[in-house]
């Protein structure tokens, strides 16, 4: 069964920036919708950022302006690129994929789902 893993997180200051990466345990194809999500102490897990397999994007509203989502197709590692970052972003960021049958979640209007995600890798923004 294919893994995401997840690195880059850590301890920033606000109006810092950190690169979170997301790397599959094995080769998946470029027909995957993979994004990011994160869950903060005490609150649901929310959709940040969504890629299609077409690179077609979508954001938070949070944080459109100061995250971009890409991907390198060459490898199929997912990147977030997390820029001005404020105390509000402090969360544990989890990547996200459709790499299994169970149902999908659609989020942030994109025109994919995901519905397997990995361990995470916390992030800390501190004021």
């Known amino acids: 069964q294919v893994q995401l893993v997840e690195s880059g997180g850590g301890p920033v200051q606000a109006g810092g920036s950190l690169r979170l990466s997301c790397t599959p345990s094995?080769?998946?194809?470029?027909?995957?919708?993979m994004g990011w999500f994160r869950q903060a102490p005490g609150k649901e897990r929310e959709g940040v950022a969504i890629i299609d397999a077409d690179g077609a994007t979508s954001y938070a509203e949070s944080v459109k302006g100061r995250f971009t989502v890409s991907k390198d197709k060459a490898t199929n590692t997912l990147y977030l690129q997390m820029n001005s970052l404020k105390p509000e972003d402090t969360a544990m960021y989890y990547c996200?994929?459709?790499?299994?049958?169970?149902?999908?979640?659609?989020?942030?209007?994109?025109?994919?789902?995901?519905?397997?995600w990995g361990q995470g890798t916390q992030v800390t923004v501190s004021s």
């Open positions: 094995q080769y998946i194809s470029n027909s995957y919708c």
């Open positions: 996200a994929s459709d790499l299994s049958d169970g149902p999908l979640v659609v989020v942030l209007g994109a025109e994919c789902g995901v519905n397997t």
